[in-house]
């Protein structure tokens, strides 16, 4: 969806739709659609503010136990788009009034004044993921001897390993005072 900023209306215009597909590399499905807002709004020549929210359910993989897991979308964002050394109406984009300031993490480059929505919203829907993937805090994970779930079937491998270890240091001990 490529909206171009010098067409839009001075108060700007809203889009909604839905986000039925995710990047492969973003590591996780929707479940269900995604509902995507956005309000573009016009801000000088080769700018605009957009605003805009995601929200659904995406399913995601628990970083310990591998299960996938639903995770609730509630991302509101604001981003202020640049495309620098655009001139609109005849003013230079350098002439214009500083709204937008370097600093702002906010802030992104465009090529030129217009931006594909979509795409927008996909970067944000990346943004807005947790770094950690857990399905719950408490998760305990896969057991690393034979991979069961140790919340679901708890094995007594962690046990067994620590009696074969010691057993395993015991046995030259137990060797050498025999020899004594
Ligand atoms: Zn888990
Ligand atoms: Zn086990």
């Keep these: ?13 809203d889009f ?6 995710l990047d492969e590399d973003c590591g996780c499905e929707p479940d269900g659609p995604l509902e995507a807002r956005c309000h573009v709004q016009p801000a000088g020549p080769g700018r605009a503010t957009i605003e805009g929210r995601l929200s659904g359910t995406v399913l995601l993989q628990c ?17 202020r788009a640049v495309a620098p050394g655009v001139s609109g109406n005849g003013i ?10 370097a600093s702002d993490l906010d802030l992104i480059e465009l090529d030129s004044p217009c931006v594909e929505l979509e795409a927008l919203m ?15 805090d408490s998760c ?19 046990q067994k390993n620590t009696v074969s270890a010691f057993a395993a240091l015991a046995g030259p001990r137990l060797g050498k005072t025999k020899n004594k």
């Design 140 to 158: 305990a994970g896969l057991c690393p001897y034979c991979g069961a779930s140790r919340d679901d079937q708890p094995c007594d491998c962690g």
């Design 1 to 13: 969806m490529l909206v171009y900023f010098e067409e839009l209306p001075l108060a700007g215009r």
């Design 92 to 101: 230079p984009a350098d002439a214009a009034a500083p709204i937008f300031e």
């Design 122 to 136: 996909r970067e944000q829907l990346l943004l807005t993921l947790p770094e950690k993937r857990l399905c719950r």
């Design 63 to 79: 970083d310990r136990c591998l299960r996938t897991y639903p995770f609730r979308l509630d991302a509101p964002f604001l981003v």
């Design 16 to 21: 909604v739709w839905q986000l039925l597909t």
